[in-house]
C-alpha cells in the first residue's frame, strides 16, 4: 500500500483565526474511498454553511476530529502524493496530522490558477473538464468534490502528457 496517490478534500468552518476541519475526504485515484466523514467541532459553534454545504446542527451528533486521527494519520503515512484543490497541508497539520517530509502535495488550484481570484474555484475547474459537479452546495458531499479532483486531475495529466508526446 505504499507509494500510492491520494486525493483529499477538506471543508472548513471558518473564520480563519479558528479554522477548523468540519469534512476531510480521502480517496486513491482510482475513486477508492479511504475516509469520509464530518466532524463536530471543538471550537466553533456556527459557521456560514453556504461555504460547504454543511450545516452546524448537522454535526452535533458527529465525533470530533481527534477521535480519527490516528486512522488518519496510517493513510497518510502510506501516500507519496496528496492532491487536492485549493487546500494546504496546514488545517491538517493544525489538528494534528503530520505530512511525511517525502510526501508532494499537489494543488490543483496551482495550476488552474489563471486571474487569481473569484473564478479559481472548484467549479470552473469541473466547469472546464467536464465534469458534472452538483451546483447546489448543500447537495455536495466531500465525495463529490473528491472525486470532481480525481477526475481532473486525471484530465491534466492526459493533456501534460499529450503536451510533451508532440
Known sequence: MKNRELVYWVDLTGPAALDEI???????????????????????????????????????????????????????????????????TFFLEKQGITIPTNTVVEDLADSFRVTGDATDTIDNLCIYYGYDLPTNIYNCTGLDYAKAINYCWHEMERYKEAQENK
Open 22 to 88: 468540519v469534512r476531510l475526504t480521502i480517496m486513491d485515484t482510482n475513486d477508492n474511498v479511504l475516509f469520509n466523514h464530518t466532524f463536530n467541532t471543538k471550537l466553533v459553534d456556527w459557521w456560514y454553511s453556504d461555504l460547504n454545504g454543511i450545516k452546524p446542527e448537522e454535526t452535533y451528533n458527529e465525533q470530533q476530529f481527534e477521535d480519527y486521527k490516528q486512522e488518519i494519520q496510517k493513510i497518510i503515512n502510506k501516500a507519496n502524493k496528496l492532491i487536492t484543490f485549493n487546500s494546504s
